[in-house]
Every structure is written in C-alpha cells, then in structure tokens.
C-alpha cells in the first residue's frame, strides 16, 4: 500500500467517493478495507442488499471484466475475491435476516474421478461476487452428490468442472441421470475446465460451456434472466 493510500480515511468519504474507492479496493484485493468500507456503510443506514449490489458486485464486475479481457490474471482475481469475501461474511447473515432478493442459487463441483479445483474455486468466488449464493461440493463428486444438493438447496444452477479429459464424459452421466429423473428442465447446467469446449457443451446436453470465470458470470445472469422472464411470462 502505497503514502497516499494510508492518508484515506474511509470514514471521511462521502457515500459516492467511498463506494469508488471500495472498488479500488477491492481491485487491490484489500480485505480489511472492504471490511471496513461495509461497515461504514452499513453504519450510515445503507441496506444490506444495496451495500452487496452498489459497492461490492460494483466492484468485482471491474474486476471481472479486465480478468476477462485479460488485464487481470489469476492470482490478481483470487486476491480480490478474498477480499469480497470479507465483505459477504458481514453482509451474509443480514441478507439473510432481511429477505433480500438473491440473483440466484448455484451447485457446483468438479467431477468424479478429477480434484482440480482452482478453476472451479474461482468461479464459485467470482459468482458470489455477482450476488448468487453458491454451494460449493468440492472435488470428486459422483452424480448423487450432485443431485441431492440440487434438491436440498433449491438451486437454480448446476456448475461442473473437469480438468482431465478422462473425466469430461462423467458430466454427461450427471446431465443423462437428471433427464432419466425428469429433473433436467428444472436446472440451468453449466460447464467448464481447459479441455472442454463449447461442442463439447452441447453434445452433453448442457446449457451452456463458459471458458473462464468471467464468462460463468456473465452467462449465469443471462440464463437466470432468462429463467424467469419465462416464469413470468406462463404465470
């Protein structure tokens, strides 16, 4: 942290310049200050939902987008994540106690057989950071695992990663077996990992293939978007 930053006194900022520097911040990947930035916020009457919305999911969409544009790498996202997840721990169990609305629920793992999870752990971050809450099963998980906590927790979302091409095809039993117990419709499924591809997406009856974390994000929302226009629509 450079001079000038330790002259910034969060608490003497105005809502609008305390939000923008949240968001370099975050970028930072400064954990104590978005802590901090929250706090504030919560502390001058701001809703929970509107700290989440205007200053955090704010600022991992700057994030999101420079790592897909490849301004940002890895380590630079994983850092800002961390420090958002400083942020949800306080902002969490009050989302909760308000009932505030959620963007949408997902599952996700790596497949049986594969316990790659980096890339997995970073879209379950990243989506966190774009206001879906996000159950995340680990590694290696067979197509029960999958199943009940798709029906446990009411998801929205089914996320798969694979990094090994021997078990690519396991995410096609998981998709088989959700079709076989007439779940398929009921879940937005997608998939991801480095030896997959958007033919390989469709092949196995997924929604969608997403290349990297951003893209998930982005992806998500539009499905989800998508999700309950329809509802809305035969409602």
């Not at 370099?24 to 929250?38: A, C």
């Not at 809703?47 to 919305?53: D, S």
């Amino acid at each position: 942290m450079s001079d000038q930053d330790d002259d910034i006194i969060l608490a003497e900022l105005n809502d609008e310049d305390l939000v923008a520097q949240m968001f370099d911040d975050l970028y930072d990947g400064l954990k104590e200050e978005i802590e901090d930035g929250v706090n504030i916020l919560l502390g001058r009457d701001w809703t929970p939902y509107r700290v989440l919305t205007e200053a955090l999911v704010g600022g991992m969409t700057i994030v999101g987008n420079d790592f897909r544009d490849g301004i940002l790498f890895v380590p630079e996202v994983l850092m800002a994540a961390n420090a958002m997840k400083g942020g949800m721990k306080i902002l969490k169990p009050l989302l909760i106690a308000t009932g505030a609305p959620r963007v949408g629920k997902m599952v996700i793992g790596t497949v049986k057989g594969d316990i790659h999870d980096i890339g997995k752990n970073l879209v379950s971050m990243m989506m966190e950071g774009a206001g879906f809450e996000v159950v995340d099963l680990g590694i290696n998980n067979a197509v029960d695992a999958y199943i009940e906590a798709l029906i446990e927790e009411e998801a929205d979302i089914l996320g798969m990663s694979a990094l090994l091409t021997t078990t690519m095809p396991y995410m096609k039993v998981v998709i088989d077996t959700l079709i076989e117990k007439g779940m398929r419709d009921d879940y937005i499924v997608l998939v991801g990992g480095a030896p997959l591809n958007e033919e390989f997406g469709k092949a196995i009856g997924a929604d969608a293939y997403c290349r990297d974390a951003a893209v998930a994000v982005e992806t998500a929302k539009e499905w989800v978007a998508r999700k309950h226009n329809q509802m809305a629509a035969s409602a």
